[in-house]
């Protein structure tokens, strides 16, 4: 992908086409958000502003189609890539796209038009077992009406979030080898949160739960666990490992709860021990 992201950056004339016709396509707004992202990085976000109005107007006219994910993946990887070009931190930079992310799901913009009465109607409809499941817990005064939308609110957001993500690091790949081959390898590796990084984050998730801002709990373990993506691919770098351990990872990440908790614990304990600078060779 990297003879496009050169063509993209020929001028902004390319990189606005590109990032506008992406968003048309269903399914490509990561494309077009990986393209501002790639422009607001090496450029900063006045000169980006072109390419990001140009994806943001068919992203905005998905909105108004009932898709608010184009738009507010658009808008935060925007956001992300600002931070991590102005401090260079990657974990300020994942800090401020989470609460981004929790204000969008308490907006309740990823709530399908309309509400989920619906939604919850066609799933009675479609399985006694829900049903019962749903009945059960109004019975027990929980409103079943809300619970679905903080779901569905939830999760498409964390889908979101996590999608910026991975159009940032695309796009600082792009950014790194067009103009510093090798950069984001070693960017990446040496992703670490600080100290004060996580105390922020613990205090997200414990001020989501005493405020009642389910959004913030939701979110606050996101930037801890690209934190140990990082601390994964850093040590297998380290020790120069063979690629086929990345994809059995990423396999057991997926398909695992108790993988993603281990990573999360090693992410958390490598803020205080610092894995890759004691296992770095030293020079004499």
């Known amino acids: 992908m990297l003879p496009i992201a050169r063509w993209l950056m020929r001028g902004t004339p390319y990189a606005a086409g590109g990032a506008a016709l992406a968003a048309i396509i269903p399914w490509l707004f990561w494309f077009s958000a990986a393209i501002v992202a790639l422009a607001t990085l090496r450029r900063g976000l006045a000169p980006a502003l072109p390419v990001l109005v ?28 600002v931070v991590l070009r102005e401090r260079m931190r990657w974990g300020e930079a994942l ?3 989470t609460l981004a992310g929790a204000m969008m799901i308490q907006l309740g ?9 619906q939604l919850l109607e066609q799933l009675r409809q479609g399985s006694a077992e829900i049903d019962r499941m749903l009945t059960e ?29 991975g159009c940032l690091a695309l796009a600082r790949a792009w950014q790194a080898g067009l103009y510093n081959p090798g950069g984001f390898r070693e960017e990446f590796h040496s992703l670490r949160l600080t100290l004060r990084e996580l105390v922020v984050l613990v205090v997200l998730g414990v001020v989501g739960m005493v405020l009642g801002i389910p959004s913030l709990s939701m979110l606050a373990w996101v930037p801890l666990l690209v934190a140990g993506i990082a601390l994964v691919h850093g040590f297998i770098g380290i020790k120069g490992m063979n690629g086929l351990w990345l994809i059995a990872f990423y396999l057991l990440l997926i398909t695992t709860w108790p ?14 021990a610092d894995f ?3 296992l770095a060779p030293r020079s004499d």
């Open 109 to 117: 913009i990823f709530v399908p038009p309309g509400g989920t009465e």
């Open 259 to 272: 993988m993603i908790l281990i990573v999360l614990l090693a992410a958390f304990i490598d803020v205080l």
């Open 276 to 278: 890759r600078g004691r």
């Open 54 to 81: 140009a994806a943001a107007v068919p992203a905005g006219w998905w909105w108004t189609q009932g898709d608010a994910i184009p738009l507010a993946s658009v808008l935060l990887v925007t956001l992300m890539a």
């Open 95 to 97: 800090i401020v796209g």
């Open 137 to 165: 817990l109004a019975r027990h005064g929980y409103d079943t009406q809300q619970l679905a939308t903080l779901l569905i609110g939830g999760i498409t957001g964390l889908v979101v979030l996590v999608a910026a993500i």
